[in-house]
């Protein structure tokens, strides 16, 4: 009797062994990377401008931004000679205070007022973001240092 206790014993054991390491796995699941996660904000971002959404563009703006400038200040700021394309990601470089930089290639369409026809042009620049609360955001250049700032104070 006591050799099947004994026999009984090992495998709960075994089985609770097991489910703790199951129990490990589990919450060890990563999902994607904080680069994964910015490479996809960017493309959502300039995928949304190319399409003339500026309303939902503008929510991927950095907040403190979004206090200064409002969505119609935002959207009127768009020239209508210049259209933006989707974009190639060239490079990313996050630092390790929450911001990025990514550098771009992308397609600029243009259409003077003059000119019968548009020209495109490729454009090569950089965009900066910032990691808030599990998500990036994109800083207008202008608003880079004062990201970093607001970042700081959490």
Not at 66 to 84: D, F
Not at 134 to 145: E, L, M
Request: hydrophobic share 40%.
């Amino acid at each position: 009797m006591r050799l099947i206790e004994a026999g009984l014993m090992k495998i709960v054991v075994v089985a609770v062994v097991l489910s703790m390491f199951g129990l490990f796995l589990a919450s060890c699941k990563s999902g994607p990377s904080k680069e994964e996660q910015l490479r996809a904000r960017v493309l959502e971002y300039w995928k949304l401008k190319a399409m003339g959404k500026y309303a939902d563009a503008y929510n991927l703006e950095y907040p403190t931004y979004k206090k200064l400038v409002t969505i119609e200040k935002y959207i009127a700021n768009y020239n209508a000679e210049a259209k933006t394309g989707v974009p190639v990601i060239k490079g990313i470089k996050i630092n390790n205070d929450g911001t990025a930089k990514v550098d771009l290639k992308m397609p600029v369409s243009l259409k003077p007022p003059f000119a019968k026809k548009a020209f495109e042009v490729n454009v090569t620049t950089a965009d900066n973001w910032i990691w808030i609360d599990g998500d990036w955001f994109h800083v207008p250049t202008q608003k880079k240092k004062q990201a970093k700032t607001m970042n700081e104070r959490g």
